[in-house]
């Protein structure tokens, strides 16, 4: 089956770095989205196919895949990129989507 | 700005059905397709499905067949997601998001979300 696995919590201190991992063994073959999700309100995307940034997102976010893992990177965290994090992975042959559980990062 | 619009929150009775649509504001839905993803309370995202708009033909998630229905209204331009057979279980936000690729861009925009609660 097709699953993505992420860490259920992540806690960091403004200004540090937060790396949140997707572990699914599809990823050597298929894209990796980042969404954040704050509370109350719709998914944003912050990283499309493995490390694109689309307009808006500021350049603290960024993105990496390698092998059966992809890693979304806050550097420089602020108090406002407490959310949920969620990644999506897109399989072009069957179509299908799966999210990864999602990771609730708090800002201390 | 181009976003999606869903419409609004619905309570209904275990066994009843219900219908979510969803139109594009602000962009045209040609070129895109459009997913239905669930929220249940205090939990992750969850995708459902997706819909081709070109063709009309739906795709479900193992977990959505049967009593999930996605549709689409060319004629005024709105998808929809009936649910029938209502659940407790089925109490959630049903977001829908729509999406288009290329070789050097990924459009994504999604609905506000509706609230579908089912309770006796």
């Known amino acids: 089956s097709h699953e993505l696995t992420q860490p259920p919590s992540l806690s960091v201190s403004p200004g540090q770095t937060a790396r949140i991992t997707c572990s699914g063994d599809?990823?050597?073959?298929?894209?990796a989205y980042w969404y954040q999700q704050k509370a109350g309100q719709a998914p944003r995307l912050v990283i499309s196919?493995?490390?694109e940034r689309p307009s808006g997102i500021p350049e603290r976010f960024s993105g990496f895949s390698s092998g059966t893992a992809a890693t979304l990177t806050i550097s420089g965290v602020q108090a406002d990129d407490e959310a949920d994090y969620y990644c999506?992975?897109?399989?072009?042959?069957?179509?299908?989507?799966?999210f990864g559980g999602g990771t609730k990062v708090t800002v201390l | 700005q181009a976003q999606l619009v869903q419409s609004g929150s619905e309570v209904k009775k275990p066994g009843a059905s219900v219908k979510v649509s969803c139109k594009p504001s602000?962009?045209?839905?040609?070129?895109?397709?459009l997913n239905w993803v669930r929220q249940a309370p205090g939990q992750g995202l969850e995708w459902m499905g997706w819909?081709?708009?070109?063709?009309?033909?739906?795709t479900y998630a193992q977990a959505f067949r049967g009593r999930f229905v996605f549709s689409l209204d060319t004629s005024v331009n709105t998808a929809y997601l009936q649910i029938s057979s209502l659940k407790a279980e089925d109490t959630a936000v049903y977001y829908c998001?729509?999406?288009?690729?290329?070789?050097?861009?990924?459009?994504?925009?999604w609905g506000q979300g509706t609230l579908v609660t089912v309770s006796s």
């Open positions: 999506l992975s897109i399989n072009i042959t069957s179509t299908l989507r799966v």
């Open positions: 599809a990823l050597p073959k298929q894209y």
């Open positions: 998001q729509s999406d288009k690729s290329g070789p050097s861009y990924f459009f994504d925009f």
């Open positions: 196919k493995d490390t």
């Open positions: 819909i081709s708009i070109q063709t009309g033909i739906p």
């Open positions: 602000g962009f045209t839905f040609g070129g895109y397709i």
